[in-house]
């Protein structure tokens, strides 16, 4: 799936394509949108995050989305990403990137209509973490229990922050 076909599905891309208008110069608003058209949006297995912009070497490589959010929030996510893309593909060439979430960024996502913040919070990602979770250590000396989504090197020796003692890696 393209970022234009996820667009066309949710009745987004007029909203692109105004916000393109509105930022872009000279003519070179086509352009723009053909390779935001273009860049492929994939499903992303993270649960700290709602979505992220992936680009290297200057060019796009994909739009990761966690489908498992809310409509709505996934919608308002797909813009913030779309707003990074734009705010990436509109720089000169050579230009450094300069703030992820800075003045330039901020003009886009308001031209798409979204509020310009950072992070977004999803109920149903935070309740996926939850189940993702698994118990990785055990304190020896006062019992707690260290729950993560990873599990911890069990060629290292961790110790409890709060009592001093020994935790044993399962």
């Given at each position: 799936m393209t970022v234009k076909q996820?667009?066309?599905e949710f009745d987004l891309w007029q909203r692109i394509e105004a916000a393109v208008g509105e930022m872009s110069l000279k003519g070179s608003t086509s352009t723009l949108l053909e390779?935001?058209?273009a860049i492929p949006i994939k499903k992303s297995h993270a649960t700290r995050r709602l979505g992220a912009y992936?680009?290297?070497?200057?060019?796009?490589?994909?739009?990761?989305?966690?489908?498992?959010?809310?409509t709505e929030n996934l919608q308002q996510t797909f813009l913030h990403e779309v707003a990074h893309a734009c705010d990436h593909l509109?720089?000169?060439?050579n230009s450094p990137y300069q703030q992820a979430h800075g003045p330039s960024w901020?003009?886009?996502?308001?031209a798409l209509g979204i509020s310009p913040e950072r992070c977004g919070e999803?109920?149903?990602?935070?309740?996926?973490?939850?189940?993702?979770?698994?118990?990785?250590?055990?304190?020896?000396k006062c019992g707690a229990e260290f729950h993560r989504v990873r599990r911890?090197?069990?060629n290292r020796k961790y110790i409890h922050q709060q009592c001093g003692?020994?935790?044993k890696t399962i």
């Open positions: 996820y667009a066309d390779k935001i058209a992936v680009s290297q070497g200057g060019e796009p490589v994909c739009i990761r989305l966690q489908f498992a959010q809310e509109s720089r000169k060439k901020k003009s886009w996502a308001g999803s109920a149903a990602v935070k309740d996926l973490h939850q189940q993702r979770l698994k118990l990785v250590a055990v304190c020896r911890l090197n069990r003692g020994r935790l």
